[in-house]
């Protein structure tokens, strides 16, 4: 584990590694297939399809229920993703065990924090308000706020500008591979925590410099 020390700021990503959103993305996902007409989708193939952002994880439900690839039924299905979400978030969501006293730890030891997700910003920013984390992030970035989304470096580095710290001494906190390769592009050392998504696969086969079982293992 790296040591607080050798970081000025933190980002810190939100879905499986702050919240566990999987009941608001079923809920809303149910919604949306159900307003189409398809066939509901399980917990368990949601949870290996988080993380992307949501246009792929639309496109992965529709085509996991064999819907037909056609751009109308997308905008349709993504028009019906983004009511239900707003009406679901944070209904069925919870914070994860150390969350806020790792958070609070980050900020003892003088790290500035952000929260970077691939999440919509206005799925985001209400989440981390109904939780209660907002008051710890100066800045909070979503998926659409910049061209590109994680594993794409861009978002990490337009973090480390926005805070004005360099990326080697930029913490990322997250929960996939997603997370690691992003760090690991744009030259930000990068701790994931065991619980998280991932795309169904093991994390600790992911290149990091570190895991967590709980972001209160986090120590100055």
Not at 45 to 56: F, I, P, Q, R, T
Not at 123 to 129: G, I
């Amino acid at each position: 584990m790296p040591a607080l020390s050798r970081f000025d700021a933190a980002i810190v990503d939100l879905d499986g590694t702050m919240v566990d959103t999987l009941g608001d993305f079923v809920a809303a996902l149910g919604g949306m297939l159900h307003d189409l007409q398809l066939p509901p989708v399980q917990a368990s193939a949601v949870s290996a399809m988080v993380g992307k952002g949501s246009e792929h994880l639309i496109r992965s439900v529709l085509a996991h229920v064999g819907a037909p690839a056609q751009d109308a039924l997308y905008e349709r299905a993504w028009a019906r993703y983004q009511h239900h979400y707003l009406r679901v978030n944070g209904r069925h969501s919870r914070v994860y065990d150390g969350v806020a006293q790792g958070l609070e730890g980050l900020r003892a030891a003088g790290l500035r924090l952000a929260c970077l997700t691939n999440k919509p910003r206005d799925f985001a920013r209400p989440l981390l308000a109904a939780k209660s984390l907002d008051r710890y992030f100066e800045r909070v970035f979503g998926g659409d706020d910049f061209a590109r989304k994680k594993p794409d470096p861009l978002p990490l580095l337009k973090t480390c500008e926005a805070l004005g710290t360099e990326p080697a001494r930029t913490l990322m906190i997250g929960d996939s591979s997603n997370d690691a390769r992003a760090a690991r592009a744009a030259g930000c050392p990068v701790v994931l925590v065991s619980y998280g998504y991932n795309h169904g696969e093991p994390v600790h086969a992911v290149d990091a410099d570190g895991f967590i079982d709980a972001l209160s293992e986090l120590r100055g």
